[in-house]
């Protein structure tokens, strides 16, 4: 290991260390966030899956992998809200005098939320067990469609961490983190996009949630791949794989020069 990598292995378990701590210091924030995606299951199973046409317990197996994703596309909320917070308050412009790697504040960051967000899918999976869904497929397909909803996790914050550092305002990245919350309703993750009309169904195929939910369906073994789809959902792996990168590719740059530059 060379000596920059090992500076950037150190920086990143502290800055780690750091964001785990910043959570336990403010328990009512990790509660919601892992309790808030069992409610939303609860609530979308019993009520929602009461008015489709889809049995009840056929509906909840359904939602589950989509409302996993949805769930994984919130790390664009808490990314945001957290590197504004941090901005706002001037932690960061601290941060930023550390002899540690411009990259390492950002990255600690994300890979806090990463661990978080696989602890929280232990609760998720029970209680999704509990309403009836079922791992049809195979372990292997089934370890597949977890390491990919952390992939898209782990993407997510990025876009957040960056957009944070751009608002460096919590007021203003709390309402445009609530307005994310449209982008999973435009996906298939509450419901089927093939009864959409020809235009809303080539957006919400186009999103990478819709991709992502997909592939989590098809490696649970759940539902099939829809046919006459768009390319990210006829092949759901492929599409989401390519997604990821893509988010990765541009906003990891983007974020970590952000962090460097601070106010300039």
Known sequence: MSAVTHDLAHDVTAMLGRQLQRLRNNPGLLILTQTMPVTMLLFFG?????????????????LVPGLLVATAANGLMTGMFQAAQDTHRGVTDRLRTLPVSRAAVPLGQAVADLLVTAAGLVPFLLVGLAVGWRMEGSAPGA?????????????????????????????????????????????????PTEGLPGWLRTVAEWNPISAVTTALRDLFGNAPVPEGAAWPVAHPVAGSLAWCAVLLAVFVPLAVRRYARGES
């Open 46 to 62: 019993y009520v929602f899956g009461s008015a489709l046409a889809m049995p009840g317990e056929e509906y909840r197996a359904f």
């Open 143 to 191: 370890a597949g469609a977890v390491g990919l909803l952390l992939l898209f996790r782990f993407a997510t914050t990025w876009i957040g961490v960056f957009l944070g550092l751009l608002t460096r305002n919590e007021e203003a990245a709390g309402q445009l983190g609530g307005a994310t919350f449209i982008l999973p309703l435009l996906s298939n993750a509450y419901i």
